[in-house]
Antibody, heavy 116, light 106 residues
Framework: QVQLQESGPGLVKPSETLSLTCSGS????????WTWIRQPPGKGLEWIGY???????NYNPSLKGRVTISEDTSKNQISLKLSSVTAADTAVYYC??????????WGQGALVTVSS | DIQMTQSPSSLSASVGDRVTITCRASQGISNSLAWFQQKPGKAPKSLIFGSSTLQSGVPSKFSGSGSGTDFTLTISSLQPEDFATYYC?????????FGPGTKVDI
């Protein structure tokens, strides 16, 4: 069974760019829709954005244009970049895969702390 | 943005209980409503999409209903593994938004 894995630096300095990748196995990217969400410590879930199988993206406006989700077919990965981070961006970040806008499979999550 | 509310925010229940959680959208979302289960320290698990369609592998003790602005998630007979936090999410319009969660504990 395909499993997803988020990876990237666990510590990012304020004003820098958070970069995470989502990897898996078995014809990973093709014909799938991908979602990123996050969860600040002790809080609820926040939708970050979405890329569909055609490569079209939608992002949460609350992130004020700081987010980019893209696919790298050569590496079979989905990536998330969030620029100009602050402490408010400290969270566990999850990637999800589905046949539509609601994932049926989630990664285990990656904790990213923003601190100098 | 569409605002999602859930009630109750928490509830205490016993094994075998029937549990119902309510989710309300600030405007009509047709049946574009999903439910997720999350246990402490774990990733969310997708339970239901389209208001009432179970994700593959989800046991039939879970059921969802509703359309428009009012939705419910029902667990027919609560088991120890069901104690968790449950979130609803609308995907009718961007940005997709989650409810604040309902914690189900003993």
């Amino acid at each position: 069974q395909v499993q997803l894995q988020e990876s990237g630096p666990g510590l990012v300095k304020p004003s820098e760019t958070l970069s995470l990748t989502c990897s898996g196995s078995g014809g990973f990217i093709s014909n799938s829709h991908w979602t990123w969400i996050r969860q600040p410590p002790g809080k609820g879930l926040e939708w970050i954005g979405y890329i569909n199988y055609s490569g079209n993206t939608n992002y949460n406006p609350s992130l004020k244009g700081r987010v980019t989700i893209s696919e790298d077919t050569s590496k079979n990965q989905i990536s998330l970049k969030l620029s100009s981070v602050t402490a408010a961006d400290t969270a566990v970040y999850y990637c999800g895969r589905g046949g539509g806008p609601i994932p049926h499979l989630w990664g285990q999550g990656a904790l990213v702390t923003v601190s100098s | 943005d569409i605002q999602m509310t859930q009630s109750p925010s928490s509830l205490s229940a016993s094994v075998g209980d029937r549990v119902t959680i309510t989710c309300r959208a600030s405007q009509g979302i047709s049946n574009s409503l999903a439910w997720f289960q999350q246990k402490p320290g774990k990733a969310p698990k997708s339970l239901i999409f389209g208001s009432s369609t179970l994700q593959s592998g989800v046991p039939s003790k879970f059921s969802g209903s509703g359309s428009g602005t009012d939705f419910t998630l029902t667990i027919s007979s609560l088991q120890p593994e069901d104690f968790a936090t449950y979130y609803c999410q609308q995907y009718d319009s961007y940005p997709f938004t989650f409810g604040p969660g309902t914690k189900v504990d003993i």
